[in-house]
């Protein structure tokens, strides 16, 4: 009664476990690893449905259960097939996938969604603006209509991974002669279409980890528009709720990530113990504990296809937690608490979170209350989404964009 | 870091067909019989506990012997469908002794005396263990004298023995069972906080005991059966929760002033969010406790002291709020919010209150105190 | 530099300190103190205007500086003159003796104060309804009027010391055809009048500490209506405002109050110790030793007639702090904290708070946070007034009230 | 509770008007020389310490030595005087050594050393006591090799260390002061997370150190010192905690997002006045603190660790929350809000962390831990 497994009552209609090992061995006849070019290798796995089992066929899967994903995976693994890394391409796979399977044209997911999948053209958002945060829909970039294309100027902030992405996923205004949420229309941006520019943003960090992206006078083609012209909201949330419940990869161990940096502090620091502190710790083990089961008991769910309210409250807790974990580490630290590595501008190198500098961490981890929707945001859509509380009277909602007070 | 032990398997966290099954009679039942206000009404008569209830949930649900093999009458289940049961007893503050029944069944699981287990099964004896009710797992005992078998002392605030028919009692190495017909037993109900869940005293004046076990298993098995208890505690507190934050979302939704219903007020929304996330956390973890005590994990001493340690500050906070987002009618009699904060505050304290398990916790993972060196 | 004064800023235009001990010892002299009627030594006071030396002439005082008043208080005392209990009349002293001086005709002042303040005429209030709590201009109790009387129709809740009350504050409905907060009239109710009946309503404590009060009929003289017709808003905001800043009685000292009984349960219960509490504990000590000091900067401030927004912290922190303490010493207690004295129904005895049973002290204060003004509503308070923050978009401002959803 | 010391008097909590003109005049200093995009460009540059904003400071304000007697070079006033300045220069988040100088202040003030005393008051003179920032007062001092008035040894972590002229080096019992041009004495400045207040490591090697006292009170004074920087540190909390909810006040009511202002939602709008209540309450405490340090009260031991326990997380939390009611805008380099969040973090730390506070309050006030009988 207690194993894992994804129960009856999710028979899939696409092929089974010893189908989709047959499918994996024959690829593999086909296509040896010894020697395999790496991203030849990926492209004709993805050809070959092997990307996402559960995906249908033509988008990297074979429309199986999404658990024998990890019949693929062990077996590849086992002749030491070159890696697929999604974590190269996060917003690629998190948001444009998702969207773009939702929402895209076939020709679009013909398009994009192989080089995506494969990493090799990375992809990043064009959502927030400097006056539209939180209330996405007040959005102001325009995208006007000439012929088959559409001119985008505006600005955008708060945009990782600009810098080395191929196409944006863009929400732009197209009509602001209606009320904000009506006149969007989403779009797909070639980062290296003439007017686009990326200026680094300097963060509390010191890094520039996220930009600035100006369009000026950026032209896109009308097949680049994703969904129905008005219909930018619509999509937009499809995206952030991906981003919301992005994929994770499987249970972390217990004792990983910003808990296991924090006790490894208590363990070198004996003379910083007190017995506040040591409560203290134990009581973000406690939470952090609870917070790996709650992600471990949402994935199972996942598997059974009957996902619950647990994504936003997982983001929620992780913001916390990695908050109140880094500050008590400095607090433990003490004097090296009261250290910072490098404040000089720069670009970030990307290194596994507990591998970063405490006080860096404890700096970075501000920003998780923030990015991919604030936690006001998040307990408001559990507040209305989950509990069914009723919104707030709305002022913004009947009035067109352009008479809105901004 | 090398002090702290390899990640443990993390086994089932969802509820399978058979428990929502279970649960959806369980709590039809006492939707029937068990109504708040019948709750209410109860506890200011003679008998504050519901016998009649007990023995309909043991005989017709199966519920009092969930974990014990079919073959010793029992429903040959596990601690896990016993965890979903507490859920709904929780949720209805039910004034039943399945807690307490519960810890004894693991005790006498352990010692592995049959008799006692028959009856506990089928409902008909309510059988105690007669320690402190604020005790946490592993904690010394209260001291009794012991005269060949004969048995003299007192245990202040014991769970579930106003009602029981037999009390465990570990005294001098040993433990005993002890009719509580016997002249030398004493059993004083105590005006509890918690109206549906009281206390007893219990008074031993050379009370004759049987036998059950001797030596140094006798702790363990009693330490073993209080964890048991913390597991099941775990999952009554998520059914308390769940409840306070069902009432307080339906009164939220219901209540207008300002001409808006109180819900689309942002702070009050932004507090029910947050009681919701939190439940989302101790449900897993109750989850994870009651897997461990069901399938005997070796992680089940830190499973239950993790479960307690986090259920019992969520329990009580969803009580608290839920009085509060109810404004002046929470804090009236005539109402259901104060039923589920009195309990929340006696489960807060029953087995141990959090900031004992996370000790505990510390000990079990090796977290070392001030004093101590790692 | 340290020392407490008024300072020169505060120069009153009244008798200063030695008039004002000349006037006590002079009223001494007309009123011996030795074998003195009680009220009568009261009333005779009252009229010497050594009730409150910095009220006007005729309302029991002297028009003098407040700090004065100790004076008065030193002089009696070292005679042993009959003492004034302002705790027996809370309401009376706390919110009626206010909202009389401030909106009531000089007849209404000379026909109340005096009783009001020698104790002989108990007050309570009849604001809340079961319909209208935090929300107080949503009342519906009705008053029409006929000729030189109003009727009074309604439901009043949460009114404590009814039934011993002589008089009452109330605000009725007398115009329900304009928007809610225009329609209200403030009144003082007869509590003997006809048509009042005071029924008890039991608490989570067991005890009816509050009741309903039923007004059916009840007729109220015009010339007991406190000022105009359809300004009771705010007049209503006034006494509110007295009772959330109500006057305290010095600073209680270290350990007093609920952080003493807890340090206490501490000390009796060794066994009962873990390092989690301690720090627990040592945290409480520090909320109650900062929430006294607060009280004692804002006592401080009010001698020098400067207030400042520390009034609604002060009521916000003790309702939380009450909460938390009484908390955590059931679970310093353990096993007693299972336990409850009396949960039978009957009226309360007034006990001091820490000679109270822990458990009744638990369950009492959650009442803290909602009684006077809930948290939530104290909490936009000092957001809007303290903070200057803007109101929310209101939708039942400019709505006759009888068309309002409710 | 007879362990429990009387109730203390409580002296003036207010602000006087001499103290509010002093504090005008800072602030209208600071507002041409620190505000808050020339402190922030400072830190990239190779003097993160304003020295001459300090030298203008001691010499026009005389904020350098408040508590100075006239006849010593100081200004005659107290340490109330100097938590004022306090408040403000944390309301700055200004870059002077105002917190390292005014422990060496009362450190000089405790052992009666007069030349150094003047040269600090002038502000010509900046003078750190090496000890590691972290350590609350009263924690065991770093140990140092002597040998004949020499020192050698390692002070990781030194505040105001990399722009002192002197160090006030306690070493085998005594006190000593070294000139930093001493060719023994190495300062290496270290990138701190709050970069308005650098922290510096010093390496001795044999620095010849000049004996200002010895014996037993060296330690004793060294700890008072230490709390009288605690003491200054929470007004300087206190400075940052208001500047923090001034912030985002002023955010809350200018920017709009759904057509409102940000403040208009009842939520943010919660939380703000959490933190104005939370303010208010660290407001008594710190000017609490400041008036017995002033009045040399015997409280002032539980005085300076009651300050530290609730002003470390109020003006942590104050940082926190005006960066995440800014939103994105708050996590950028090039703003207000980030200066006040390494602040607060720094502060939190420096003198002893709240935990450790409250664990000498518990000693302080006979409030006996787990161990301990009472």
């Known amino acids: 009664m207690t194993a894992v497994s994804s129960g009856p009552e999710q028979a899939a209609a696409g092929p089974g476990g010893s189908e989709v090992l047959d499918r994996v061995r024959e690829f593999l006849v086909g296509h040896p690893t010894a020697g395999a070019d790496r991203l030849a290798f990926l492209r004709a796995r993805f050809d070959a449905g092997l990307a996402r089992v559960d995906l249908p066929p033509g988008q990297g899967g074979l429309g199986a259960d999404r658990d024998l994903q990890a019949v693929v995976e062990d077996e590849l693994r086992a002749v030491g097939a070159p890696e697929h890394r999604p974590s190269d391409n996060p917003i690629g796979h998190g948001m444009a996938g998702p969207t773009l399977r939702a929402f895209g044209t076939d020709e679009q997911c013909r398009r994009w969604l192989r080089p995506l999948w494969t990493g090799e053209e990375a992809w990043c958002q064009l959502f927030s603006e400097p006056g539209a945060g939180s209330d996405l829909a007040g959005l102001a970039t325009r995208a006007v209509r000439e012929g088959d294309e559409w001119v985008v100027h505006g600005r955008k902030v708060w945009t990782s991974l600009a810098d080395r992405a191929r196409w944006a996923l863009l929400v732009a205004r197209t009509d602001p002669s209606v009320p904000k949420h009506r006149g969007l229309t989403y779009f797909v941006c070639d980062m290296h279409a003439a007017g686009v520019e990326v200026r680094p943003l300097r963060q509390i960090t010191g890094e520039t980890e996220f930009n600035e992206v100006v369009l000026d006078g950026v032209r896109i083609p009308d097949t680049d528009r994703v969904g129905e012209v008005g219909q930018g909201w619509a999509v937009a949330q499809g995206t952030l709720m991906n981003e919301r419940v992005s994929y994770t990869s499987g249970t972390a161990p217990r004792h990983s990530g910003g808990i296991g940096a924090l006790l490894a502090a208590w363990h070198d620091h004996p003379e910083r113990r007190t017995a506040g502190l040591h409560d203290r710790v134990l009581s973000l083990w406690v939470q952090a504990e609870a917070a790996r089961l709650t992600t471990a008991r949402w994935e199972q769910e996942l598997a059974r296809g009957r996902p619950g309210p647990e994504g936003s409250a997982i983001k929620l807790e992780h913001a916390r937690l990695n908050q109140e974990i880094s500050q008590v580490e400095l607090e433990v630290l003490g004097d090296a608490g009261l250290r910072y590595p490098d404040y000089s501008e720069r670009a970030p190198e990307p290194v596994p979170w507990t591998e970063a500098a405490p006080g860096w961490r404890y700096l970075r981890s501000r920003a998780n209350s923030i990015e991919g929707g604030t936690s006001e945001i998040l307990r408001t859509v559990v507040g209305e989404r989950v509990l069914g509380l009723p919104p707030e009277p709305r002022i913004d909602k009947d009035v067109p964009f352009s008479e809105l007070p901004r | 870091m090398t002090t702290l032990a390899e990640s443990p398997p993390v086994g089932d966290l969802r509820y399978s067909e058979v428990e929502e099954d279970l649960r959806a009679a369980v709590r039809a039942l006492l939707d029937r019989r068990a109504g708040w206000q019948d709750v209410l009404a109860r506890t200011e008569t003679a008998e504050p506990v519901d016998r009649a209830l007990w023995r309909t949930l043991a005989a017709e649900l199966g519920c009092a012997a969930l974990p014990v093999a079919e073959e010793l009458g029992g429903a040959g289940a596990s601690w896990r469908e016993a965890a979903v049961v507490a859920e709904e007893l929780g949720r209805a503050v039910a004034p039943v002794p399945f807690l307490g029944c519960s810890v004894a069944t693991a005790l006498l699981l352990a010692v592995g005396e049959r008799d006692l287990l028959a009856g506990l099964a089928g409902g008909d ?250």
Chains 1, 3 share one sequence.
């Open chain 2, 125 to 374: 004896r309510i059988v105690a263990l007669a320690v402190p009710a604020a005790s946490a797992p592993g904690e010394p005992l209260v001291p009794l004298a012991v005269d060949a078998d004969r048995i003299s002392g007192d245990v202040p605030g014991v769970l579930d023995a106003a009602a029981a028919d037999v009390l465990l009692v570990p005294a001098g190495g040993a433990l005993y069972a002890l009719d509580v017909t016997d002249p030398g037993v004493r059993v004083t109900p105590a005006v509890s906080l918690d109206m549906t869940r009281p206390i007893a005293d219990v008074t031993l004046d050379a009370a004759t005991g049987r036998r059950l076990a001797t030596g140094a298993v006798v702790a363990d098995a009693v330490a073993a059966a209080q964890r048991i208890g913390a597991v099941l505690l775990a999952a009554e507190q998520l059914g308390v929760a769940r409840r306070c934050l069902d009432e307080a979302v339906a009164y939220l939704r219901d209540r207008h002033q300002f001409g808006r219903p109180l819900g689309s007020f942002q702070a009050l929304k932004h507090r029910a969010a947050d009681l919701a996330v939190l439940i989302t956390q101790a449900c897993a973890v109750a989850r994870y406790a009651a897997d461990c005590a069901a399938t005997g994990a070796s992680d089940l001493p830190v499973a239950a002291a993790l479960a307690q340690a986090h259920l019992s500050p969520t329990a009580l906070r969803a009580a608290q709020e839920c009085l509060q987002l109810h404004g002046g009618i929470g804090f009236t009699w005539e109402y259901v919010v104060h039923l589920f904060l009195k309990r929340a505050t006696s489960q807060a304290i029953v087995l141990g209150t959090a900031d004992r398990h996370r000790a505990a916790l510390g000990e079990l993972l090796g977290v070392p105190g001030p004093e101590e060196t790692s």
